[in-house]
């Protein structure tokens, strides 16, 4: 049996690797409350989320999505309700350059600070709102729109967030552009800190190992600033355009200056470990293997926890054959010097567009009477992998198992691929008859006769020329929602949703790339305008930590307004196929869902506008944690599209998330009692 990531770094040890309102609020709990220690996040850290602040994209940089308040609990969550919505600023500016074009969602999370929201818009815009009243103090516009390189690449006009720094009086708000800009503001005023870099900017395009051309290279989630240094990852075109593709080199920036500390690279070069894990010299030209989820950091050891996705090119591997470090790993660096502590590869010479999509999640268990600080990443294949998050050792037995081999011509699939013994996948992984939709004998029938036009079956079966179904699919699975996690009792709250997809190889066309194979994917929608599998199509599953077992799984979302199954007289909650995300506090869990998905997984024979398919059935759902019992369901005015926070303002507990993007308003909504 192989051991994945299996290495030995010198110094280190071996790892593997109205009236009631007014009543209320004069009642309402304090601001400050009794926090729970976060895994890995400093005091202070903690002693911000007890103040009612969440100073991070997911309240520490522990990624625990997690905060203290208990203002709302089970007995008045069926009263929240729309308390502000924030219009975003860059809703003017394309209405005044219609070229610019839509952004594809609104997806960024904000921070809060000292009764100040701090968030990023489609537009790479900076804003400062009152927390309270949703009033905008400030707006930072760096014009990243005003170039001749039109659309952003990857995708598009998006961004997820900010990062904050504080020392002393010092408050910046720090924002990785859509173009790669690097910008350090002054977090009172929206000015950019002018002793940071070139006038408060950092041409993040330039210092790497090879020049990127920046219709390829991007910036979409906020960075980790750890110990006064800013770690930066990228968003890079997940295509066979451009050979080489840019590389994915992770950097740290000193938060002060700008200046560039160190650079780790994601593709091993040459005389580094893990190069030989690249065949023929593929190391030279390999592209991509970047981070462009959210990061964590653990605070207290000082390292940063890297997701790295697939190198290039993401469906045919016949030109980088071997397993290919550090593509498909997570990765563990010291965020001082960028050294390496210790890896994991977990999907072994990357062909199915398995990146790690997600920050990792740091979590104290206790497993068989030993404590552990835990490291957990969620994944698209539906796997949770769990490391000690010192030595990178795994927490229970990770196997590898033999897997299909492929039929494309060149290519050379990895006979193994690792499989973690618990917690049990999240969702169904490959394609078996018995897990198709059932609804009716004959849907079940129409459901086989869809599948056996493909190839299909377990899970990492390659990729083919016919077209193989892949499932989970390059979505998901667990995808960049990511996880929530409970400190005091150990549960971690995933979200997935089933949307398989068929993932192609063909020839290159005249002039369209160098590679000898491209790759290519599209969903596969079921019968009638169904799912092609089962339900629940969405759902939260809980997962106790300490033992590794699934408590329980939740459907989320409203099959029920699938014109099919409304016609089939089902009233059961199926859930729905969409991405959620789950928040917990103290008292409950929140999840909002979003609505923004594609023509294809709609019922055919009737067209839907696009605006509908960005506001589809838009609630807000709390639930009590220990059971999964729903305790309200709130109707909202449109999807969320990013994930939520909450925070404690003038008294009152809110939560706050984006919503909007393509051709609908991008906002942002604070819900309270």
């Known amino acids: 049996m192989r051991e994945a990531g299996l290495q030995r770094q010198p110094g280190t040890l071996p790892v593997y690797a109205g009236v009631i309102g007014v009543v209320f609020l004069l009642f309402c709990k304090p601001a400050t409350v009794n926090a729970q220690a976060i895994p890995g996040a400093a005091p202070e850290s903690t002693a911000a989320l007890a103040r009612g602040e969440w100073p991070t994209y997911a309240g520490t940089y522990a990624s625990a999505r997690y905060s203290p308040l208990t203002q709302i609990d089970r007995s008045n969550a069926k009263d929240l309700h729309v308390a502000w919505r924030w219009k975003s600023p860059d809703q003017a500016i394309k209405g005044a350059n219609p070229t610019i074009g839509p952004s594809r969602a609104n997806e960024s999370t904000p921070l809060m600070i000292g009764g100040t929201l701090y968030t990023s818009t489609s537009l790479s815009e900076v804003a400062a709102i009152d927390a309270a009243t949703g009033e905008t103090k400030w707006v930072f516009d760096p014009k990243v729109y005003e170039n001749d390189l039109g659309i952003p690449a990857n995708d598009g006009w998006l961004h997820r967030g900010l990062g904050y720094w504080r020392d002393g009086d010092d408050e910046r708000v720090v924002i990785l552009t859509a173009f790669a800009q690097m910008i350090a503001l002054d977090a009172k005023t929206g000015k950019p800190v002018p002793t940071f870099g070139t006038d408060g900017k950092v041409d993040l395009a330039q210092g790497l190992r090879r020049p990127v051309e920046r219709d390829y290279y991007t910036m979409s989630s906020p960075p ?102 550090y593509g498909d790993s997570l990765v563990c660096l010291d965020a001082t010097t960028g050294k390496k502590v210790w890896h994991y590869q977990l999907v072994h010479h990357g062909l199915w567009d398995y990146d790690t999509p997600a920050a990792p999640s740091l979590i104290d268990i206790t497993v068989d009477g030993r404590r552990i600080k835990a490291v957990a990443q969620v994944t698209k294949q539906a796997f949770v992998y769990v490391f000690d998050r010192v030595t990178g050792q795994p927490v229970w037995p990770i196997e590898e198992q033999p897997v299909p081999a492929s039929n494309v011509p060149g290519e050379s699939a990895s006979k193994t691929q690792p499989f973690p013994s618990k917690p049990a996948p999240i969702d169904i992984q490959g394609v078996r008859d018995e897990d198709l939709i059932d609804l009716t004998p004959e849907i079940h029938k129409e459901a086989i006769d869809i599948v056996a036009k493909y190839d299909h079956g377990p899970l990492f079966t390659p990729p083919s020329e016919r077209g193989t179904i892949e499932m989970p699919g390059v979505a998901g699975g667990g995808n960049w929602a990511g996880a929530a996690i409970d400190p005091e009792t150990g549960m971690l709250y995933v979200g997935t949703y089933r949307l398989p997809f068929v993932v192609s190889v063909r020839k290159p066309r005249s002039g369209e790339s160098s590679y000898d194979f491209v790759g290519e994917f599209r969903y596969l929608s079921g019968p009638r305008g169904l799912p092609l599998f089962k339900p629940p199509f969405g759902s939260i599953v809980a997962i106790d930590m300490n033992t590794g077992e699934h408590r329980w799984r939740i459907p989320i979302g409203r099959g029920e307004v699938i014109p099919t199954i409304r016609e089939l007289g089902i009233r059961e909650r199926l859930g729905f196929p969409a991405r959620s995300w789950a928040l917990v506090t103290k008292t409950v869990m929140i999840v909002v869902q979003s609505g923004y998905f594609s023509a294809p997984r709609l019922p055919p024979g009737g067209t839907r506008r696009i605006a509908d398919l960005n506001n589809f059935d838009p609630h807000l759902w709390v639930y009590d944690k220990t059971s999964g019992e729903m305790l309200a369901e709130i109707a909202l005015p449109a999807n969320a599209v990013g994930a939520p926070i909450t925070y404690m303002a003038g008294g009152k507990q809110y939560v706050a998330f984006p919503v909007g993007g393509g051709p609908l308003v991008e906002e942002l909504i604070a819900v309270a009692l």
Do not use: C
């Open 224 to 325: 980790v600033i750890l110990r006064g240094v800013i770690v930066v990852g990228s968003s890079v075109m997940d295509w066979w355009g451009h050979r080489p593709s840019p590389p994915g080199d992770i950097r740290g920036f000193d938060a002060v200056t700008g200046r560039l500390l160190w650079t780790f690279h994601t593709v091993a070069q040459g005389g580094e470990p893990g190069v030989e894990t690249w065949e023929k010299g593929s190391w030279k030209e390999a592209g991509n293997a970047n981070v462009w989820a959210p990061m964590s950091a653990d605070e207290e050891l000082g390292y940063v926890y890297l997701p790295v996705s697939t190198p290039t090119n993401d469906y045919y591997g016949g030109d980088r054959p071997g397993d290919g470090l």
